[in-house]
């Protein structure tokens, strides 16, 4: 997708480093990082320089091979891997991306190591990006639907950045959206500002307009009133970890999202890479959700009259918060997932009959 009217990607590998656009300093900032080492890529993570479910997976499997270049030894490879893991516990795409490193690199020798695991890491972002981009022609169906028998915009509700910048390339819940404007289809877009880090007013809005995409940013809960007064055609969100039943853990706030959108006939659509599938457990009291540091809501960014980012306490300062960083969406408030291979309802025989 652009940036100035240039085509990006979210990373990529480049001599012995790898790249990536450091999404903290944005929209302010347009900054392309350097990541070194393995700490590097875990930091990344960590701090969100790179977030997403699929652009963690990818940074994740760069790790990988910035640990590779730092020391061949598996023990050191192994000890990595683990670290990458705990970076970040709830988006299944980070444990999914290392064990896939892993067990490609199980028994090859020093001599092919490194090609190995950065031929992997490039194959495992080349199919993130093909995946969203599948996910955006199925999904395009649905935004057609409703044009056809609307003949006028359509709005879309989403939440938090589930676009571009979240996977390699194209998104998941805006990749039906680029699909859509790209075909002419007029749409609009009420971009949830998404508290506590404002993903949704400082990523989404800011490459919806870098793409031209008509978009307007909104508080969190102002959503159920656009959904009354008929607003909004549909909701398409991401997730970060969906189970094999259709729940979907998701950025904090879309379980609310799911329930104003069900009180008012609203289609309610999840869209996700394969990846984001957990086959595993299959009790969503069971998933890992983060708590992340208070700070992030008692403080914000932005740009001072020196035009340069401040961050500022809004919150008293004897005050306490507590930060869940992810909530989980019942699969029977999803009207159905949008994945790389068509469209299933959120249920263990819709998500079979896709990916037997």
Not at 31 to 37: G, M, P, R
Not at 49 to 61: F, K, S
Not at 83 to 107: C, D, F
Not at 153 to 163: D, E, F, Y
């Amino acid at each position: 997708m652009k940036i100035k009217g240039k085509e990006y990607r979210t990373i990529w590998h480049e001599g012995k480093t790898v790249r990536i656009i450091d999404q903290t300093k944005l929209p302010h900032q347009f900054i392309i990082k350097e990541l070194n080492t393995v700490k590097d890529a875990i930091n990344a993570i960590k701090i969100m320089e790179v977030r997403g479910a699929p652009l963690i997976g990818g940074t994740a499997a760069y790790g990988i091979v910035l640990a590779v270049n730092e020391n061949n030894s598996f023990e050191f490879i192994k000890k990595s891997a683990e670290e990458l893991i705990k970076s970040r516990p709830t988006a299944i795409n980070l444990k999914w991306a290392v064990n896939r490193m892993m067990k490609k690199l199980q028994g090859i020798n020093s001599d092919e190591i490194l090609d190995v695991s950065l031929n992997e890491a490039k194959e495992i972002c080349d199919e993130d990006e093909k995946f969203c981009e599948n996910i955006g022609i199925n999904g395009l169906k649905i935004i057609e639907e409703i044009y056809s028998k609307k003949k006028d915009i359509v709005n879309i509700l989403t939440h938090c950045n589930a676009g571009w910048l979240a996977t390699i390339n194209w998104g998941t819940a805006t990749s039906p959206i680029y699909h859509a404007h790209k075909k002419g289809i007029p749409v609009h877009v009420w971009v949830d500002e998404t508290r506590p880090r404002n993903q949704g007013a400082n990523l989404t809005s800011y490459e919806l307009n870098e793409e031209e995409v008509p978009n307007t940013i909104i508080a969190d809960n102002t959503g159920g009133i656009l959904m009354q007064r008929g607003e909004v055609d549909i909701c398409i969100v991401g997730t970060d970890r969906t189970l094999s039943n259709g729940d979907v853990c998701n950025k904090i706030g879309t379980y609310l999202k799911a329930l104003a959108a069900h009180d008012n006939n609203v289609p309610f659509y999840v869209a996700l890479p394969s990846s984001t599938i957990d086959w595993d457990i299959k009790d969503a009291k069971d998933i890992p959700i983060e708590e992340r540091n208070s700070e992030e809501l008692s403080h914000v960014e932005g740009i001072d009259e020196n035009n340069k980012i401040k961050k500022v306490l809004i919150y008293p300062a004897k005050s306490k918060a507590m930060n869940l960083a992810f909530d989980v969406t019942p699969a029977k408030y999803v009207t159905g997932l949008i994945t790389e291979r068509g469209i299933s309802e959120a249920s263990s025989e819709g998500l079979k009959k896709l990916f037997k």
